[in-house]
C-alpha cells in the first residue's frame, strides 16, 4: 500500500513542479509589461489575459501537489491535541463526506465548462487581444482528477494510521521553515554559525 501512495504522490510531486514554472512566466510577463508601459508608453494588450491564465494554473494544478504535502490549511487547534488513530478517522470521514463530492462537483462541471469552451472556441473577452482561453478552462477537470487521486492516496494514508497509530512517511521535498528550525541538523548549524560571530 505504501508503494502506492508514493507512486500518487510522486505524480502530484511532478505535476506541482512542472506547473510551477508558471511563476517564472508570470514574472516575467509583469515584468515586461511594467517596462514596457511605464518606460516606453506601449502596453500591451496580452498581458492581463496572461497573467490570469498563468496564475489560474498554477492555482488549479498546484492543489493535488500541496494536497500530498500535507501543506493546505488546516484548522487544527483542537485535531492537534487527538491520538494518531483518532486524527486519521476523522480525516477518512471528512475526505468521504466533504473532500469527494467538491472533487466530484469540481470535475463534473468542470468538464462541461471545458467541453463548452472547446466546442465554441473561447476566447478572453477581458481585452481587445482575444486570446484562446479553452486550453486554459482544459486543466479545471484535470485537477479535479489529479484532487481526486490524490485523495485516495490521503485515505489509505488514513486507513495505515488507524491500524498502525503511526502515519506513514511521506516523500520528501521543500520543507517549511520551522521544520527546518526543529531539525537538529539545521539548529546545530545556526548555533555554530552564531558562535563564530
Known amino acids: 500500500m505504501q508503494k502506492i501512495i508514493h507512486a500518487i504522490e510522486g505524480l502530484s510531486q511532478w505535476v506541482g513542479k512542472a506547473f510551477g514554472w508558471c511563476i517564472l512566466i508570470l514574472t516575467l510577463s509583469v515584468s515586461y509589461e511594467v517596462f514596457v508601459r511605464y518606460v516606453l508608453n506601449a502596453p500591451t494588450v496580452w498581458a492581463f489575459d496572461m497573467m490570469v491564465q498563468m496564475y489560474g494554473a498554477l492555482f488549479l494544478m498546484g492543489g ?99 491500524r498502525t497509530g503511526q502515519w506513514p512517511e511521506r516523500i520528501d521535498d521543500v520543507k517549511e521553515t520551522e521544520d527546518l528550525l526543529a531539525d537538529s541538523n539545521v539548529a546545530d548549524l545556526l548555533g555554530s554559525g552564531s558562535e563564530k560571530s
Not at 90 to 101: G, H, V
Not at 131 to 138: D, E, M, N, S
Open 64 to 162: 493535488a501537489y500541496t494536497l500530498a504535502q500535507d501543506a493546505h490549511v488546516r484548522g487544527d487547534v483542537l485535531y492537534r491535541l487527538f491520538p494518531v488513530r483518532w486524527q486519521a478517522r476523522l480525516d477518512f470521514i471528512l475526505y468521504i463526506l466533504f473532500f469527494f463530492p467538491g472533487m466530484i462537483a469540481l470535475f463534473w462541471y468542470g468538464w462541461e465548462i471545458a467541453s463548452d469552451s472547446w466546442r465554441y472556441k473561447e476566447v478572453s473577452w477581458n481585452s481587445p487581444a482575444r486570446i484562446q482561453i479553452y486550453f486554459f478552462k482544459t486543466l479545471i477537470p484535470v485537477a479535479g482528477l489529479l484532487l481526486m487521486i490524490q485523495g485516495v492516496a490521503e485515505m489509505m494514508r488514513c486507513w495505515i494510521a488507524m
